[in-house]
């Protein structure tokens, strides 16, 4: 499973011309994360609790003395995660990328789901994308703050 965490001070979510979430900071510093989230084939629950935990707990919003120390928690942070398959992209051979290492869609849309009740079981305010759907991304990057993160059995890679 991968996640690409990325620090915003907004973010929004479209679907078919009709915005599903979206979250601002209301002084234009980082108020929360957008997560784009990867379900590889071999993927479990232990992965999505494993990346939820780490996302959540990892100090990248800056304090009052403009240090990353504080955690999403911290700073009553918002998130919205949106599922994206192609973060598992095989581009090592010839021009196409390939997509066999993702999960099938069944499985990966159960563990999307499943990483973001981890998310709200943590008190967190969580807007997603819908699983599947042509979706428009956007978002002002504070920073930037751009971070992989990568779990396998509930460990990292």
């Not at 590889?40 to 304090?63: C, P």
Request: aromatic share 6%; glycine share 10%; with cysteine.
């Amino acid at each position: 499973m991968k996640a690409v965490l990325q620090r915003a001070s907004r973010a929004s979510v479209v679907v078919d011309g009709q915005t599903i979430s979206e979250f601002q900071s209301s002084n234009d510093r980082a108020c929360g994360l957008l997560i784009l989230l990867g379900v590889e084939q071999g993927d479990s629950e232990a992965d999505s609790v494993y990346l939820a935990t780490k996302a959540t707990d990892l100090r990248i919003f800056e304090d009052e003395n403009g240090k990353m120390n504080l955690a999403l928690q911290e700073v009553g942070g918002q998130v919205i995660v949106v599922s994206q398959f192609t973060l598992l992209a095989d581009w090592k051979k010839g021009r196409r990328p390939g997509f066999t290492q993702a999960a099938a869609p069944a499985e990966g849309e159960r563990l999307y789901k499943h990483f973001c009740e981890e998310l709200r079981a943590k008190g967190l305010t969580v807007g997603t994308g819908v699983f599947g759907a042509e979706m428009k991304v956007s978002l002002l990057n504070d920073g930037p703050v751009t971070i992989l993160l990568e779990a396998r059995q509930g460990k990292p890679v």
